[in-house]
């Protein structure tokens, strides 16, 4: 080791000369090499949500989360299950072996038990149940949040806005909004109204829904072709749904929807209500596509 170092302390010039040559290596090394900003990682776990309004814990364990799960179990590639049944909701979470040699047959079994068990589940579901795998690709590097001392409305505006700046950036795969509540018309009914006429509650849903349509009337054939016919009776307008007639007897007696119900423009319940500084707000996650290094404008 002496002589070592007795051999470099006698040649200043040839430790100089691999200095630099390392330092050039490195670099050259440096431009080569690929790297990511959120590199993917495979965490080996799927989740299985579903949703029941209204429902409480024991409903939805009696009623969902033990039934995804008797044939969740049939699946393979499986190491182990994790359920909870909360208010509203059943969330099972799934730990893949990690051993597993095909990852998407086990991914295809599970969804094939998930679709299996959906027929045994109640039929007033809303939605499926939705089968996710965690996936760093999946999550977020940024967040936008949009807040101030403004109204709601102003505030959806400026999300709308920035979203569509933000997927207009190169590399940007998708942005989602939390807290930015979907429009939706109430309509408040006065059952004073509605008793004195005679109208049941089914009878204006039916009313309602015969008149908001958009389906398919077939065909024309003709010498040129064929044209598609589409019957197009959606509202324009949401608060059009006032003017739905309710019921149609005789001239000048007709009852319209505003007569028996009060039409209001507002915003879907509160599902996830954010808060920046005791501020009502709204944040945009930004998700990047997989390998990407930087984004761009």
């Given at each position: 080791m002496n002589r070592l170092v007795r051999s470099f302390v006698e040649r200043p010039k040839l430790v100089n000369l691999i200095m630099v040559l390392v330092i050039v290596l490195g670099l050259m090394?440096?431009?080569?090499?690929?790297?990511?900003?959120?590199?993917?990682?495979?965490?080996?776990?799927?989740?299985?949500?579903?949703?029941?309004?209204?429902?409480?814990?024991?409903?939805?364990e009696l009623g969902i989360t033990l039934v995804?799960?008797?044939?969740?179990?049939?699946?393979?590639?499986?190491?182990?299950?994790?359920?909870?049944?909360?208010?509203?909701?059943?969330?099972?979470?799934?730990?893949?072996?990690?051993?597993?040699?095909?990852?998407?047959?086990?991914?295809?079994?599970i969804q094939k038990a998930v679709d299996r068990a959906e027929r045994k589940l109640p039929s007033d579901l809303l939605e499926k149940p939705l089968v996710v795998e965690l996936d760093t690709a999946n999550l977020p590097i940024a967040e936008l949040h949009i807040t101030g001392p403004v109204s709601e409305q102003v505030l959806r505006q400026q999300a709308r806005q920035w979203e569509r700046k933000l997927r207009g950036v190169v590399g940007v795969s998708g942005v989602n909004k939390i807290g930015y509540r979907k429009s939706e018309v109430k309509i408040q009914l006065d059952h004073d109204k509605l008793l004195h006429l005679g109208i049941s509650h089914d009878e204006i849903q039916r009313a309602i829904a015969l008149r908001n349509v958009r389906d398919s009337g077939g065909s024309i054939s003709s010498v040129s072709g064929e044209t598609k016919v589409l019957t197009m009776g959606q509202f324009r307008d949401p608060l059009d749904v006032a003017e739905v007639i309710i019921r149609s007897r005789e001239r000048g007696n007709t009852v319209v929807l505003r007569d028996v119900a009060e039409v209001l423009l507002g915003y879907e319940d509160w599902d996830v209500q954010f808060l920046t500084d005791g501020q009502l707000g709204i944040a945009l996650q930004v998700k990047i596509m997989f390998r990407l290094t930087s984004l761009k404008p």
């Open positions: 090394s440096l431009k080569v090499s690929r790297y990511e900003v959120s590199p993917q990682t495979d965490m080996g776990i799927i989740t299985v949500t579903t949703t029941k309004s209204g429902a409480g814990p024991e409903e939805i995804l799960e008797e044939e969740l179990l049939k699946a393979n590639g499986i190491r182990s299950i994790y359920s909870r049944s909360m208010e509203n909701m059943s969330l099972i979470t799934l730990n893949l072996d990690p051993d597993i040699d095909d990852k998407s047959k086990a991914l295809a079994d």
